[in-house]
């Protein structure tokens, strides 16, 4: 059987890999392995839900002013409450179009929340991870992404919660003299 690398071929093989996983648990000829459930994990990623205008600071080099832009992102849970599936929507710039779609979920075996991003100005997907701290209230974890010169970059990331309405995500890298800066502020506000 020759796997094509479509998209399509991609899902295909992505379902005969969970299929064949499923199939060789060793009770599955009694009863099945036991189908995953949301759990405590997952009622953090539900603070995310709902439609929050953005907005939106980059700084693309330390010391230069930042390009301010507004969008709207739009959280919804997905896969039986076991994931978050982000669609965000703004412009980069005046008159430029900027679309980018996320999900995020709890890793039980690395015990920490994993995610994936891609957008109208990436050409690859961006995978993080990221841990949650409750007596901040703090998503804090890392970002590494495909870069335009065929390389990797890599971020460090923070998501803010001060009230259920409103959260900030900060991403900082490191500037031509290695030292970290903000490179990107997202304030965003949720809609009633």
């Known amino acids: 059987m020759k796997l094509r690398t479509t998209m399509n071929g991609l899902v295909s093989a992505g379902i005969l890999v969970v299929a064949t996983g499923y199939l ?14 949301p759990g405590p994990e997952h009622e953090l990623l539900k603070m995310d839900v709902g439609t929050w205008d953005a907005k939106v600071e980059v700084i693309p080099a330390p010391g230069m002013e930042a390009m301010m832009s507004k969008g709207v992102e739009t959280n919804t849970m997905g896969c039986g409450g076991l994931c978050l599936i982000n669609d965000f929507k703004g412009e980069f710039a005046p008159g430029q179009a900027f679309h980018g779609h996320g999900m995020s979920a709890w890793d039980p075996v690395k015990k920490k929340y994993v995610g994936s991003w891609t957008d109208s100005m990436s050409t690859g997907i961006a995978m993080g991870e990221s841990t949650w701290d409750a007596s901040t209230k703090k998503f804090t974890g890392t970002m590494e992404m495909p870069d335009l010169s065929g390389g990797t970059m890599k971020s460090r990331m ?18 031509p003299d290695g030292k970290e800066f903000v490179n990107l502020r997202i304030t965003y506000t949720k809609r009633n």
């Open 24 to 37: 060789s648990y060793p009770a599955a000829q009694e009863q099945g392995p036991p189908i995953p459930k």
């Open 158 to 175: 923070v998501v803010e919660y001060p009230t259920s309405t409103t959260r900030t995500m900060t991403s900082y890298m490191a500037g």
